[in-house]
């Protein structure tokens, strides 16, 4: 019962999601497809007020804290990135299958569905997709109004 209730709740949270993602869409758009890849699932970022997470120590306060993330272990460090973001640990995730799969999905948490989602803030910012992912930010114009 319990498990028909989630199924039931996250397909309206994704209907609810692509709608806002229609609604408050910006100037970009997402085009592309996923790979499968996985490199998402292991490539994580987490931030706090105080910026992007770049030691062991915090992230081992925010688990105490929250026990979210606990379901996250360390897969590297940024590096030759954008300055905003090098020395930031990366994060993998513990569902995610040596196949690619998650081990969750219809169960997976709402970020995760709603990844990635189309932010402008972050790409004013210089956020980008990975490297290799399928999906690309886009600039919703067409070719007439920029002849205007
Ligand atoms: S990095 Fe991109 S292509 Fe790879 S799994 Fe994630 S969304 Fe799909
Ligand atoms: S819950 Fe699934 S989709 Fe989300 S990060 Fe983990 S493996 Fe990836």
Redesign the pocket.
């Known amino acids: 019962m319990n498990k028909v209730f989630k199924v039931v709740k996250n397909f309206f949270e994704d209907f609810i999601l692509d709608f806002k993602n229609k609604l408050f869409s910006s100037k970009y758009v997402l085009k592309?497809?996923?790979?499968?890849?996985?490199?998402?699932?292991r490539?994580i970022l987490f931030s706090t007020q105080a910026g992007y997470v770049k030691s062991i120590d915090v992230f081992n306060e925010m688990r105490k804290k929250h026990r979210y993330y606990r379901n996250f272990r360390v897969s590297g460090v940024v590096s030759e990135k954008q300055d905003f973001q090098n020395g930031a640990l990366t994060f993998e995730c513990k569902f995610i299958s040596k196949n690619?799969k998650c081990l969750i999905y219809p169960f997976r948490p709402l970020f995760c569905r709603d990844?990635?989602s189309v932010r402008q803030d972050l790409i004013y910012n210089g956020v980008t997709?990975?490297d290799?992912?399928?999906?690309y930010f886009d600039v919703d114009k067409k070719f007439s109004e920029y002849l205007n």
């Open positions: 592309g497809k996923c790979k499968k890849c996985g490199a998402c699932c490539n690619n990844y990635p997709m990975l290799n992912c399928g999906f």
